[in-house]
């Protein structure tokens, strides 16, 4: 079992960037692949990138690609989510989430932990 806490979160300029953290609790961290999803108001939550624990590239939704990157410390027990070049429709509450599979999986149902969130406004 392993239970999250999100970081970081806050308010940012169009173009700026944000780096937001997920911090695992738990000795059994290393063994979860970690995603990343984000809910704006009356929206679904979507998946906007994940990471493996057993190595390889990170993925990434389409509409983040080249803008964010995601990184974890196993011996932190930490991910993390930086964010640049963000826009206006990055303004979601931002969740990272484990899942004990070795695949990225793009859909929530697969995540058995998730954190409490982390908002993120964009805005001038």
């Known amino acids: 079992q392993v239970q999250l806490v999100e970081s970081g979160g806050g308010l940012v300029q169009p173009g700026g960037s944000l780096r937001l953290s997920c911090a695992g609790l738990?000795?059994?961290?290393?063994?979860?692949?970690l995603g990343w999803f984000r809910q704006a108001p009356g929206k679904e939550r979507e998946f906007v990138g994940g990471?493996?624990?057993?190595?390889?590239?990170?993925q990434y939704a389409d509409s983040v690609r080249g803008r964010f990157t995601i990184s974890r410390d196993n011996a932190k027990n930490i991910v993390y989510l930086q964010m640049k070049s963000l826009n206006p429709e990055a303004a979601s509450v931002y969740y990272c989430?484990?899942?004990?599979?070795?695949?990225?999986?793009?859909?929530?149902?697969?995540?058995?932990?998730w954190g409490q969130g982390t908002q993120v406004t964009v805005s001038s």
């Open positions: 990471i493996s624990w057993a190595g390889g590239t990170p």
């Open positions: 738990g000795r059994t961290f290393s063994i979860y692949t």
């Open positions: 989430a484990a899942d004990r599979s070795a695949l990225v999986r793009r859909t929530t149902s697969p995540y058995d932990y």
